[in-house]
């Protein structure tokens, strides 16, 4: 049994998986999932998991050299745009640019979180 880190086991193997540049996605439960993406929903009912607890665990087990969060979340949620630039520094693009790029995703994770734009595109880095 893994000691440390993400313990559910098909983010653990698809983070394994993950080569320099890959993008994975962290969303709300009202982000759309391209088809041809797999997810991992986490969800269970309205608000949880909350996105901010999911970012908190990904962030400690997985190298992200870059982040990009919807302009949006300056007006239209504030506290999780703070929170956000706490722990990553994003870059800011539009909403809909979020959800284009998100098609590029090799994983996305769907939270229960039901505020808005609480979403994140990371791109992965490497450890050396």
């Known amino acids: ?30 982000l759309p999932i ?22 908190d665990a990904v962030l400690d087990d997985f190298e ?3 982040a990009s969060i919807a302009r949006e979340i300056t007006a239209g949620n504030p506290v999780v745009e703070g929170a ?3 722990k990553i520094a994003a870059d800011y693009i539009t909403h809909d640019e979020l959800k ?8 996305i994770i769907r ?7 609480a979403n994140i595109v990371l791109r992965s880095g490497v450890i050396f």
């Open 1 to 30: 049994m893994k000691k440390h880190g993400i313990i559910n086991r098909d983010i653990a193997s698809a983070l394994a998986s993950f080569g320099h540049t890959d993008l994975l996605v962290i969303g709300d439960c009202g």
């Open 100 to 107: 284009t790029l998100s098609k590029d995703a090799k994983l």
């Open 64 to 66: 992200a050299e870059a």
């Open 84 to 86: 956000i630039m706490e």
């Open 34 to 55: 391209p088809k041809g993406v797999p997810c991992i929903d986490l969800s269970y009912k309205i608000g949880e998991p909350a996105f901010l607890t999911i970012l």
């Open 111 to 117: 939270t229960g979180e039901a505020t808005p734009y």
